[in-house]
């Protein structure tokens, strides 16, 4: 290490809202400790880096390179792998590159939907021959070429081999800097690192530990949206009828969204061993439904059912608001593909 | 690569199983594919089940040092337990052993072989799949409370109280009504002996109402059951007397004196009355009379009291304040000895029940038969004075009948002979009797000789079933008749055969509350509505519930032989279970893995027979492995995957499923990315 | 193979161990014929199945998932083929929004004496998913092997 | 309400009455009648016994004009029983066998027509009155009672005998014309051979065993002394009625009972004159019966005290 001067931080912005640069940021006055330990080898959003400088590294060069945003077109694939194959440790960070966030809800329909609702059908588009955006185009100072859109978005680590991930969308600050610090101990002091492919900073129980909210038998009649209750401030939201992803969502982050009121969305993903946090929520909510009691007859039974139903909206995107990408099924089959 | 080594062993069984499917491929398959699945031995032998067969596994077991067994081959229902019993005297734990049923769900259903080998390659490799994640387990040890509770005091229930109290342990006996007897109790003489009814069953009633070990509550109902084999806790409603059990001697002045005169339609069928404050016969057990709040004219408009004025006893035996009283017993086994209800002859309208005066059901003749019976055991017709000259009894009435019950009563073919017998003796040989019948079952011993005498009395059979039984008057003769309209099949013509009195053989059914009752026991009924036994032949007083039993009329219509065998037999059953002093369970159980639960608490709603309980100081859920029955559904609700179950774990079932997907069902596998 | 063979389903099927895998056996003491197609596992309970092995089979390569258990009322724990009911519901919901056909995931209550039963509507469900076609889920395969091999989904010019 | 209706050929003439009553109280019932014209026989019981083909032919043709005709549902109110059994178990076999369907329907194409099987729903005139107006409704219109007036309910052996979807009472013991009398104020005679045949055409194949089974019929209902005896059915009116007197001849006996329709009752108890309801059509005139309908009620028979030995009666549901 010492024969390279500092190590080198990278991260790299692919498919994401760049919430996870600022939460980096967001550690406050530890990002001069920061700067004082690392030297920023490649970090477009903050300083002008170039892919050829990239390439131009050795391999491995990078120490570690937190990788955020999902896989939705070409460019984020080659950078993925191009970054992959310069550093020691690869970091999926935040929701998106674990495990496709809000923009793998994408795969809920098809490429050729996502395009024309954008360049064709769309109040504010004025495109009447009805251009697509196409991967070569021939003009006069010679062939330009954007990168080829994805009919399915993929996590990090549906494209190359990933040591660690940080879950949250994005990740709590006091987690990325105990991320950091740990990185730090081992790349200085040769601490060890946490052992390779496991979730780092966060907890490894639910949600439901960390929140304060009283919790009690669940037995719920129906769902409200959040603007149709004032919820109770002191009891769980999920027995209130607000949807509530905490029971099925990792803790560590301190259970901010419950605490003032507004039920978990399930940002931290599943637990550890569950392999779709969307059939797992799915299971519990249907579990703890109060109707369709025994002894009633099964047409009262379905009836109640289907009312009770109606009220949660949307079930794939709530329950997979965050994990979409990396769920079981991955994506709807929409004609065909 | 699985580190365990596999033992797959596919049967034949006979030709079971090779007839449909390639039992020498599949091995010498298993062998090659599934190598890196752990898989070191496979073999097809012709009957896995036999002593041979099971030493095969055995030496396997010590020989090459297997870990894990699979046996293709029946039902896990079937043998489970003898190739687990193979294993374990090998050394092997037991249930590191997996069966795959290819011969109910492969060999007996299929058609094409080629296809049927397929599928049970790739259920042997879900097998495979999935005995490699299996844990060893040890059966759960459940200690025996000793006392017993036996449901309904009919003969069934009366015999395997006696039984199990012989015995020296303790027995609960619960009879709704104010007496023990059940229907046997009603009835004049029993074939084929003739015997009469009372003589036969009242020695066991004393015996029963006061044995030593036997607590008899009669007038008393069961509220409700908690807890499983071997520690149940049961809440028994004893129903208000309004008698005062501990002075009052029976001696039967209140029965005299009561003012209020109804008519009795559950002892005496209908056909007879008893007071307000009645003794449901004079041989009752126990002795004590029961005041019927509905007709005493006391409870309805506050006057009379005759029964406390001319009481003997001091204190007075009446006390109208008296309250039901809410008792809980603690036993280890239930059996369930119910009974049956008579088919209501009211809902077939042609053979007129109800309409015509002189048309009786089985029950009300056998009331009309008994001494203590209404007409103190004369045959007269509705009017208490005439006496039949003809007298038809029609077989099947309810019972082999698509409108109505589609089985068979068992019991209404001898009982419709007695009665033949009974109107010639009481109402004089002369009497014409006319039995219509579709097939004479008198399948027991000495029951053919009883029909043999039967027809030397010179009783008409006439072998068809009676289309109707109608007071129009057509031919001379049948004036003022009741006019048998039946088809004759054996001389192949239709018959009108007038005659005074109608007796009606109806059919036994299940009580009107036999589905409620199930539930409370947590045992399922049948398509017919009688309680369902473990296997219809091979086990037919167990149920699916360990520690509940079943015996007689509730498990389906018999005869009192069979009643009382059953009861017999469901007591062995039960001293059987008290003499292991403890039961070993099967160790399929849920259990908290704590530092994984977050104390959502999603799961508590989740377990019927609450073993799931929750710790509010340390936040965190807790399955008790006593109560817990092992169903599994708190494993799968639980959001955190923080349960999981012994021998059904998620990563099993799916172990499981993956190897069924591996082959797809014509041949090839089924994953090769299709060259698109 | 030499003539195209007509498709043939593999439908993963989930019993209760206390009635529809004994109607099951029923079906096959009585010799009651159904297709190949249905591959069935033995469970403690309708309750005990989690919506995610169904997710599991559909992805994994079944082109249908049968679910089975005893009538409501009849459970032998008493009431948690309730809880499956309400499962299946909400999971065939969610189902739809994936795009996966309504007829490819069956709830059927089958009672352990209704074997001839339980075949007969075997048979309908393989005639009716293999009337669907193959559901062949998209981007992903599973092999062998205990990891997942993700298709590199080959990447067409933009429409 | 309204129905399609198809008169069939006897309603026309020799059971205008029976026509003309049910035309009448249809107001008060509340129920719209279309008549489905250029309909034709029903082939009524004979046809079907010689040429199968031609009578479902005969009788799908009414099926397919109802058809198109329908305008209001797809019932089709057939009030004579012979009618209502052939066109329900056309309308269910052409629907169980669709080779019979083709068979049937290349007929009809010679006219021109085309029947779908299952299209049309056929009802008997007391099924919908008992069923779809309900007893209720009908009490209310009942303004003249028929209080007195013993009345012995005869269904004929048709109308309770189909097992298709059309049955709508207890084909043994039939209760519900028994029910709607007692609704009119009448005492209703619950005689036993209330369902039994009353001999159909016999009467042109063989009168003496026609006469023999009118004779029982007459004979049980005189048995339980029944004023009148009401029926659903042109044929057993006609059988009943007509032949009284050959019976009386034959059998040397005086049987002096007017045979109505049930839907002539109704018109009296609903108030309606006796001319529109058809009176007077009747072989056997109803005059004499008729005086006996008085204002109050008749006493309830008094519950006689059971003498000591006497064993007591199984209660019947309805009285419990």
């Excluded at chain 2, 209800?341 to 009786?360: E, H, K, M, S, T």
């Excluded at chain 3, 919901?93 to 004496?113: D, H, T």
Aim: net charge negative.
């Amino acid at each position: 290490m010492s024969d390279k001067g500092k190590p080198k931080l990278a991260m790299y912005w692919a498919s994401g809202c760049g919430g996870c640069e600022i939460a980096v940021l967001n550690i406050q006055e530890n990002i001069l400790v920061v700067d004082e330990v690392f030297d920023i080898a490649f970090f477009p959003c903050i300083a002008d880096f170039k892919v050829k400088d990239v390439k131009g590294y050795p391999d491995g060069y990078i120490d570690l390179c937190l990788f955020n945003g999902a896989i939705r077109n070409s460019e984020n694939e080659e950078m993925a792998q191009l970054l992959r194959q310069k550093s020691k440790v690869m970091v999926a960070f935040g929701s998106c590159a674990y495990e496709g966030c809000i923009p793998g809800l994408s795969n809920l329909t098809s490429k050729e939907a996502t395009l024309h609702t954008v360049y064709l059908d769309n109040p504010t588009i004025d495109n009447p021959e009805g251009i697509l955006p196409q991967p070569f185009y021939d003009a006069p100072e010679g062939t330009l070429e954007i990168p080829v859109f994805y009919h399915t978005i993929k996590s990090l680590d549906q494209v190359v081999d990933v040591d660690y991930t940080i879950p949250g969308c994005p990740p709590e600050p006091h987690q990325i800097w105990t991320v950091l610090q740990a990185v730090v101990a081992a790349l200085l002091e040769g601490a060890d690192l946490p052992p390779a492919g496991s979730i780092i900073g966060a907890g490894n129980v639910a949600v439901c530990q960390e929140c304060t909210l009283k919790k009690d038998v669940k037995k719920i009649e129906r769902f409200y949206r959040p603007y149709e209750v004032i919820p109770d401030r002191e009891v769980c939201l999920l027995e209130q009828g607000l949807m509530c992803m905490g029971p099925a969502t990792l803790s560590g982050c301190g259970a901010l969204c419950p605490i003032v009121g507004m039920g978990c969305r399930g940002c931290y993903g599943p637990l550890d061993g569950v392999e779709d946090q969307g059939a797992k929520m799915l299971t519990a909510i249907a579990s703890i439904l109060g109707v369709g009691k025994p002894g009633e007859d099964e047409a009262e039974i379905e009836r109640q059912l289907d009312a009770v139903m109606d009220t949660i909206v949307d079930p794939a995107g709530t329950f997979y608001r965050f994990s979409m990408a990396h769920s079981l099924l991955r994506r709807a089959k929409v004609n065909g593909r | 690569m699985s580190k365990e080594r596999i033992g797959v062993y596919i049967c034949h069984c006979g030709t079971n199983i090779a007839s449909m499917v390639d039992v020498e491929n599949v091995a010498v398959w298993a062998k090659e594919n599934l190598a890196d699945d752990g898989v070191v031995v496979a073999r097809d032998y012709k009957f896995m089940c036999s002593s041979l067969g099971q030493e095969l596994i055995q030496d396997d077991i010590k020989e090459k040092g297997l870990t894990r067994v699979v046996v293709a081959a029946c039902s896990p229902h079937l043998h489970e337990q003898t190739f687990r019993a193979a294993c374990a005297k090998a050394g092997l734990n037991p249930f590191l052993c997996e069966m795959v049923s290819v011969r109910e769900q492969v060999s007996w259903v299929h058609t094409d072989k080629a296809m049927a080998t397929q599928k049970a390659k790739a259920m042997i490799t879900g097998g495979v799949e999935r005995v490699a994640l299996h844990e060893p387990l040890e059966p759960l040890h459940v200690p025996i409370n000793e006392a017993t509770l036996v449901v309904g005091a009919g003969i069934a229930g009366i015999q395997a109280a006696i039984e199990i109290a012989d015995s020296g342990f303790p027995v609960y006996l619960v009879e709704r009504e104010p007496s023990i007897g059940g229907h046997m109790a009603q009835f004049d003489k029993t074939f084929p002996t003739l015997d009469c009814s009372a003589c036969i069953l009242t020695p066991k009633m004393v015996t029963a109402g006061s044995h030593p070990n036997i607590h008899l509550l009669s007038y008393s109902e069961v509220e409700r059951v908690d807890g499983y084999v071997g520690n149940f806790t049961v809440t028994i409603r004893k129903k208000a007397r309004y008698v005062n059990e501990d002075v009052c001697t029976g001696c039967g002045i209140c029965i005299e004196k009561c003012p209020m005169k109804v008519i009795d339609d559950v002892f005496e069928a209908g056909l007879g009355y008893r007071k307000a404050v009645y003794r449901p016969f004079p041989q009752a057990v126990p002795k004590y009379p029961v005041i019927d709040t509905e007709n005493c004219i006391y409870f309805q408009r506050g006057k009379c009291q005759a029964c406390q004025i001319f009481c003997p006893t001091q204190p007075n035996s009446i006390d109208f304040e008296q309250e039901d009283e809410l008792l809980q017993v603690d036993v280890g086994n239930i059996i369930l000895a119910t009974g049956y209800d008579l088919f209501d002859a009211r809902r077939i309208p042609q053979y007129g029940y109800g309409r015509l005066a002189n048309v009786f059901t089985s029950l009300e003749f056998e009331r009309m038969c008994n001494a203590s019976g209404p007409t103190n055991g004369a045959v007269r017709l509705r009017d208490g004075v005439t006496e039949p000259e003809a007298v038809a009894v029609i077989h099947c009435v309810g019972s082999r009948d698509k409108n109505y019950n589609n089985y068979c009563s068992v019991i209404c073919c001898m009982q419709s002979l007695k009665f033949a017998h009974l109107v010639k003796e009481r109402a004089g040989p002369n009497t014409e009797v006319y039995n219509f019948y579709i097939d004479m079952r008198t399948a027991f011993k000495d029951y053919d000789e009883f029909y043999q005498k039967v027809l030397a009395e010179g009783v008409h059979f006439v072998r068809g079933r009676v289309a109707e039984v109608t007071d129009a008057a057509r031919l001379p003769g049948e004036e003022g008749k009741l006019i048998i309209q039946a088809e004759d099949t054996l001389i192949g013509k239709q018959r009108r055969v007038p005659v005074d009195m109608v007796i009606l053989s109806a059919g036994l059914e299940p009580r009107h509350d036999s589905v409620e009752v199930g539930h409370q026991f947590g045992i399922s009924c049948s398509v017919n509505g009688f309680f369902t036994e473990k296997h219809p032949k091979l086990d037919p007083v167990a149920t699916m519930t360990e520690g509940i039993f079943i015996a007689g009329c509730a498990q389906g219509p018999k005869d009192i032989p069979a009643s009382v065998v059953q009861g017999a037999a469901a007591s062995a059953r039960v001293l059987g279970r008290i003499q292991q002093k403890e039961l070993a369970l099967e160790p399929v159980r849920a259990s908290v893995i704590e530092e994984k639960c977050s104390g959502c608490r999603i799961c508590n709603t989740m377990c019927p027979f609450n073993a799931i309980l929750f710790h509010e100081d340390q936040m965190v859920t807790e399955i008790n492995p006593a109560l817990c029955q092992g169903c599994g559904s708190c494993v799968a609700a639980c959001p955190s995957g923080a349960i999981t179950g012994t021998q059904f774990s998620d990563q099993q079932v799916l172990a499981q499923l993956e190897g069924l997907l591996m082959l797809s069902v014509n041949g090839g596998r089924v994953l090769e990315p299709e060259m698109a | 193979m030499a003539e195209q063979k007509q498709f043939e389903p593999l439908i993963i099927g989930f019993t209760c161990n206390w009635c529809s895998y004994r109607a099951a056996d029923l079906a096959g003491m009585s010799r009651k014929k159904y297709p190949p197609n249905v591959r069935l596992i033995r469970l403690m309970c309708s309750g005990r199945l989690d919506p995610a092995f169904v997710l599991k089979a559909l992805q994994g390569g079944a082109d249908g998932v049968l679910i089975t258990g005893c009538h409501p009322g009849e459970c032998h724990y008493l009431e948690q083929n309730y809880k499956a009911y309400r499962r299946y519901v909400l999971l065939k919901r969610m189902l739809k929004q994936f795009g996966v056909e309504p007829e490819r995931v069956k709830l059927i209550w089958a009672s352990a004496a209704e074997g001839v039963r339980l075949a007969e509507e075997i048979t309908k469900m393989v005639e009716e998913v293999r009337a669907l076609g193959p559901l062949n889920w998209p981007g992903v395969a599973a092999a062998n092997g205990d990891r997942l091999i993700h298709l590199t989904e080959k990447e067409e010019v933009a429409a | 309400m309204k129905y399609n209706y198809y008169p069939g050929c006897s309603l026309e003439r020799n059971a205008s009455a029976y026509h003309d009553s049910t035309m009448a109280v249809a107001k008060p019932l509340g129920i719209e009648f279309q008549e489905v014209n250029d309909c034709n026989c029903c082939g009524a019981v004979e046809f079907m016994a010689i040429d199968k083909m031609q009578a479902y032919a005969l009788i799908a043709r009414n099926l397919s004009l109802a058809e198109q005709q329908m305008s209001n549902g797809e019932n089709l109110v057939a009030p004579c029983s012979a009618c209502f059994l052939n066109l329900s178990k056309c309308d269910a076999y052409l629907s169980a066998s669709p080779a019979l369907a083709d068979k049937v329907n290349k007929a009809l194409a010679a006219g021109g027509m085309h029947y779908t099987p299952g299209q049309v729903h056929t009802r008997h005139l007391l099924d919908v009155a008992v069923n779809d107006v309900g007893y209720d409704a009908i009490a209310k219109k009942v303004s003249k009672p028929l209080y007195g007036l013993r009345v012995a309910p005869y269904y004929g052996c048709l109308i309770v005998r189909p097992g298709f979807l059309d049955k709508f009472d207890d084909p043994e013991y039939p209760t519900s014309l028994d029910k709607l009398m007692r609704t009119l104020g009448a005492t209703v005679v619950d005689f036993p051979m209330k369902a039994h045949c009353c001999g159909g055409h016999m009467t042109q194949i063989s009168e003496p065993v026609a006469l023999y089974m009118i004779h029982q019929l007459l004979k049980n209902a005189a048995d339980y002394e029944a004023d009148v005896i009401t029926t659903i059915c042109p044929m057993c009116q006609l059988n009943l009625d007509a032949y009284q007197h050959n019976v009386n001849k034959a059998y040397g006996t005086h049987y002096n009972i007017p045979i109505l329709y049930f839907t002539q009752l109704m018109g009296l108890a609903f108030g309606l004159s006796a001319k529109k309801l058809g009176f007077g059509k009747e072989f056997i005139s109803a005059a004499p019966a008729l005086i006996k309908i008085g204002v109050k009620p008749p006493k309830k028979p008094k519950k006689k005290r059971p003498s000591k030995q006497e064993l007591p009666m199984p209660v019947m549901p309805e009285e419990e």
